[in-house]
């Protein structure tokens, strides 16, 4: 079948025009329900929604106040952070530097509000070309070191905990090393709750806050919003084959704003692969299970439910998994605040075990379909699991791969829809696609050669960007 980008684009527009589809929000409920129907209309079976309690997470106000004069600074509530009471808390603010032990020791700290510069972690192509096991870069694109920084990894978080700790009143957030300027960031999305109230200000106002904070300065901050546990879902589909073996497909259909890339990107692919197959004159042998995950933005929990829920019945039938995330432009920081495109498609990794046959085969694909600055990634390159939302199934022992980019806006408002990478969404499709039909016939247990993690092994430990609470109290 040959993908329409002016279909994949409408099915990415309908996705973005539910809105804000954090979990457990009403447009990303919508959102299930729309992909729901669309199962149900490409002619899949059985299918349902799975029931993914999530902690729902809403602020309603965000305000931040600096000294004698009352100055108002833009601030975004801390993902998953407490809430102050609803007249605000006033406290005088302390300056912390990026947050170590000695700043801490150093610093009164108990019921006031806590200052930081908040630091990020940094998307290394040299790393990533490291742990490759082959690379697809026709024009030498990739360059050896640096590719921008990691703005959803935040090593030095734990100075938040450490605020917490320590009985701070509060705690702001300083986003000096942002590429662009503003306040609004998605960042951490582990969906665990916190005590202590939070914001981040954007890098415009970081120095006036600081300079307040350093001075001793009064602060009034209200942060106040709403949460309880709902039910998002999970939504699944099937296209049964002509055995009872599966090759599952997933992407997640939450997201941090209305956001285009992430990841109504990878919803395009994974309903235009429904389409094809479910119109497709030659059936295979397996069918497909189409997995819509919930609880991305909360600590990646759909597919871990999924992956829990059918343990010992459906997840001994599925022998391989694909994840499809974020079909990405790439772009950096302009010198007015903003993002400017490059002109070139976000490097990407597909992250994979070491499967020599599945290797292959993948390989091979990428290659016919030209996916340019594709790299194929070590699964534990970077820990206990890949950083992605299909991690559990490589975890549990399914040879998977999972397509998945990082530019530096999915975490922001910015993640519109010209910030798709329109020429390669029927690429990406096309490509697994190709592998899904080259695998349907290769015996489950030659696909699972040289995987690192067999079906029965114990559950892993929590990737380090997915740590809870208490690893950093101490309880």
């Keep these: ?42 002619g899949l079976s059985d299918t349902r929604l799975e029931p993914v309690p999530v902690n729902y997470w809403q602020p309603v106000m965000s305000r931040l106040d600096v000294g004698d004069a009352a100055m108002n600074i833009p601030c975004f509530a801390v993902p998953y952070t407490g809430w102050t009471a609803d007249d605000g808390l006033q406290a005088g603010a302390v300056y912390v530097g990026n947050g170590p032990d000695e700043a801490f020791d150093s610093a009164h700290v108990t019921g006031r509000i806590v200052v930081a510069d908040m630091q990020f ?4 192509a040299a790393h990533l070309k490291a742990g490759s096991m082959f690379i697809h870069d026709p024009g030498d694109t990739i360059p050896d070191g ?86 998002s879902h999970n939504v699944v589909g099937i296209l049964p084959g002509r055995t009872d073996e599966f090759i599952l497909l997933t992407c997640h259909h939450d997201a941090p704003f209305a956001s285009a890339v992430e990841d109504a990107s990878g919803l395009s692919v994974l309903l235009a692969l429904a389409e094809a197959f479910a119109r497709s004159t030659e059936p295979l042998e397996r069918g497909l299970i189409f997995l819509a995950s919930s609880g991305h933005f909360h600590g990646g929990i759909g597919c871990r439910k999924f992956v829990d829920k059918h343990r010992g019945g459906l997840l001994e ?14 772009a950096q920081g302009d010198a007015n605040g903003g993002y400017v495109k490059t002109g070139q498609a976000e490097t990407r990794a597909l992250f ?24 194929a990634v070590d699964a534990y390159l970077f820990g206990s699991e890949p950083p992605c939302d299909s991690a559990p199934f490589f975890t549990a022992g399914i040879p998977t791969v999972c397509h998945i980019s990082g530019p530096l806006y999915l975490f922001d408002p910015h993640d519109t829809i010209d910030m798709v990478r329109e020429e390669d969404l029927p690429k990406v499709a096309d490509l697994f696609q190709g592998v899904i039909r080259r695998i349907d016939s ?34």
Excluded at 36 to 42: G, S, T, V, W
Excluded at 317 to 330: F, L, M, W, Y
Excluded at 353 to 369: A, F, G, N, S, Y
Aim: glycine share 8%; aromatic share 10%.
């Design 1 to 42: 079948m040959n993908f329409s980008v002016a279909n994949m684009l409408g099915e990415i527009e309908r996705i973005v025009s539910f809105g804000i589809r954090r979990p457990g929000y009403d447009e990303d409920l919508r959102t299930e329900q729309h992909l729901l129907d669309r199962f149900n209309e490409l």
């Design 121 to 124: 972690g940094e998307l290394n």
């Design 146 to 231: 640096p590719l921008h920084c990691a703005n959803w990894l935040i090593p030095n978080f734990r100075a938040y905990y450490e605020s917490w700790k320590r009985g701070a009143s509060g705690f702001i957030g300083l986003l000096g090393e942002m590429p662009i300027d503003g306040c609004e960031l998605y960042v951490p999305y582990d969906g665990f709750l916190k005590k202590t109230p939070a914001a981040w200000v954007g890098r415009e106002h970081a120095e006036a806050v600081r300079s307040a904070a350093v001075n001793g300065e009064s602060f009034l901050f209200r942060s106040t919003g709403e949460g309880r546990t709902v039910d």
């Design 317 to 330: 039938k599925i022998v391989a998994a694909i994840g499809v995330e974020h079909i990405a432009e790439e």
């Design 352 to 375: 994979m075990d070491k499967t020599p046959e599945l290797l292959r085969i993948v390989k091979e694909e990428v290659q016919r379909v030209d996916l340019s600055r594709t790299l």
């Design 442 to 475: 290769i015996p489950a247990v030659a696909l699972a050669k040289g995987m690192t993690r067999q079906r029965n092994d114990p559950p892993v430990a929590p990737p380090p960007w997915f740590l809870p609470p208490e690893t950093f109290l101490g309880s």
